[in-house]
T-cell receptor
Framework: GAVVSQHPSRVICKSGTSVKIECRSLDFQATTMFWYRQFPKQSLMLMAT?????????EQGVEKDKFLINHASLTLSTLTVTSAHPEDSSFYIC?????????????FGQGTRLTVV | LAKTTQPISMDSYEGQEVNITCSHN???????ITWYQQFPSQGPRFIIQGYKTKVTNEVASLFIPADRKSSTLSLPRVSLSDTAVYYC?????????????FGAGTRLFVKA
C-alpha cells in the first residue's frame, strides 16, 4: 500500500485563488519532505525542502511567498499555491525519505494535477 | 550532487531484456545510485538501489563497475506495462534524509 499519500489527486481552480496540497507519511514520521513540480514530458524539478518545525528551504528561482510550505507535524506537509495563475498549472509531487533497513529510500506521493483556469 | 546522463529514449519488444546505462562521472564516495520508475500522472516508484558491484531484486538488477562512474539498470523480459520513464539518481543516503535531484530520465517504450 501507499507509504506517502497526497491529496487531492487533481484540482481545478480559478486564477487568483489559492490551492492547498497535502502530503502525509502514513506509517512513519518524516522530519523532512520534498516538493517537486513536473511539467508535461519533463523531469521532476525540486521546489523546496519541507522541514518539520522550521522554515522550508527553497530551491533557487522558486518564490517562497507564492509556494507556501508548512510542516506542522511529523506526518504532514502542505504546499499552498497562492494567487494561482495558469502558468502554475502542473503536476506537483511530494516525497518523504524513510529508513528501510540499512539505507533510506525516498517514497513519493501519487501526485496532484493542478489546473488553473 | 552528482549529475547524471541517460539516453533520452529507448525502444524494446516484449520479452526482451532491457539495459539502461547511466553516467555519473563525478559521483562522490558517499553517494548511492538509485533508480526510479514513473508512469504518466503518477509519482516515481523505487526500483533498486546500490553502491557497488551488482544488486538484484525481484524486478531488476543493477550493475555498477568498480569506478562507479556509471551504472546499468537491467530489466529482464520486459512487458508492455514496463513502458515508463526511468530515472537514475545519485546522492547520499542516510537516516537524515536526502535531497533527490532528478535528471532527464529515459523513456522506455515496449512494443508488442
Amino acid at each position: 500500500g501507499a507509504v506517502v499519500s497526497q491529496h487531492p489527486s487533481r484540482v481545478i481552480c480559478k486564477s487568483g485563488t489559492s490551492v492547498k496540497i497535502e502530503c502525509r507519511s502514513l506509517d512513519f514520521q518524516a522530519t523532512t519532505m520534498f516538493w517537486y513540480r513536473q511539467f508535461p514530458k519533463q523531469s521532476l524539478m525540486l521546489m523546496a525542502t519541507s522541514n518539520e518545525g522550521s522554515k522550508a528551504t527553497y530551491e533557487q528561482g522558486v518564490e517562497k511567498d507564492k509556494f507556501l510550505i508548512n510542516h506542522a507535524s511529523l506526518t504532514l506537509s502542505t504546499l499552498t499555491v497562492t494567487s494561482a495563475h495558469p502558468e502554475d498549472s502542473s503536476f506537483y509531487i511530494c516525497s518523504a525519505p524513510k529508513p528501510t533497513g540499512r539505507d533510506t529510500e525516498a517514497f513519493f506521493g501519487q501526485g496532484t494535477r493542478l489546473t488553473v483556469v | 550532487l552528482a549529475k547524471t546522463t541517460q539516453p533520452i529514449s529507448m525502444d524494446s519488444y516484449e520479452g526482451q531484456e532491457v539495459n539502461i546505462t547511466c553516467s555519473h562521472n563525478n559521483i562522490a564516495t558517499n553517494d548511492y545510485i538509485t533508480w526510479y520508475q514513473q508512469f504518466p500522472s503518477q509519482g516515481p516508484r523505487f526500483i533498486i538501489q546500490g553502491y557497488k558491484t551488482k544488486v538484484t531484486n525481484e524486478v531488476a538488477s543493477l550493475f555498477i563497475p568498480a569506478d562507479r562512474k556509471s551504472s546499468t539498470l537491467s530489466l529482464p523480459r520486459v512487458s508492455l506495462s514496463d513502458t515508463a520513464v526511468y530515472y537514475c539518481l545519485v546522492g547520499v543516503s542516510n537516516t537524515g534524509g536526502f535531497k533527490t535531484i532528478f535528471g532527464a530520465g529515459t523513456r522506455l517504450f515496449v512494443k508488442a
